[in-house]
């Protein structure tokens, strides 16, 4: 069930960012636009666009939320694999993201102190 609902995630997700799509719903709204007129802007009419946009952005939000997930996995374990083969680098980095917000504000606050620190940090903002 999960790679089936991964694989319409990943599809259902490219067709809703895809300009084809965007272009499609632009004219359905011109059309339901044009159509006010002939329906005499009646509640009936308003309330099809307002039920169709409803229904379509609930349904959206959880596939465009199961692509953002899955890519943000990929990039930490992606970022992950970068820390652990570099000699220099902190292994106990790895994983920061399972930290609290306030267990991530140690190493910030020394990154902000390094950036402080920098050659012309203040001209960068």
């Given at each position: 069930?999960?790679?089936i609902?991964?694989?319409?995630?990943?599809?259902?997700?490219?067709?809703?960012?895809?300009?084809?799509?965007?272009?499609a719903?632009?004219c359905?709204?011109?059309?339901?636009?044009?159509?006010?007129?002939?329906?005499?802007?009646?509640?009936g009419?308003?309330?099809?666009?307002?039920?169709?946009?409803?229904?379509?952005?609930?349904?959206a939000v959880?596939?465009?939320?199961?692509?953002?997930?899955?890519?943000?996995k990929?990039?930490?374990?992606?970022?992950?694999e970068?820390?652990?083969?570099?000699k220099?680098?902190?292994?106990s980095?790895?994983g920061?993201?399972?930290?609290?917000?306030?267990?991530?504000?140690?190493?910030?606050?020394y990154?902000q102190?390094?950036r402080?620190?920098?050659?012309?940090a203040n001209?960068v903002?």
């Amino acid at each position: 069930m999960k790679d089936i609902f991964r694989k319409f995630a990943c599809i259902a997700a490219a067709a809703l960012g895809s300009p084809w799509m965007f272009g499609a719903n632009l004219c359905l709204i011109v059309g339901w636009l044009i159509s006010g007129p002939f329906f005499h802007f009646s509640t009936g009419w308003q309330l099809i666009v307002n039920t169709a946009t409803t229904i379509i952005t609930y349904l959206a939000v959880f596939l465009i939320q199961n692509t953002v997930n899955r890519d943000t996995k990929a990039i930490q374990l992606k970022l992950d694999e970068l820390i652990s083969c570099t000699k220099k680098a902190r292994n106990s980095f790895i994983g920061l993201e399972e930290l609290t917000d306030d267990e991530l504000d140690d190493p910030k606050a020394y990154f902000q102190k390094l950036r402080n620190k920098a050659p012309g940090a203040n001209s960068v903002r």
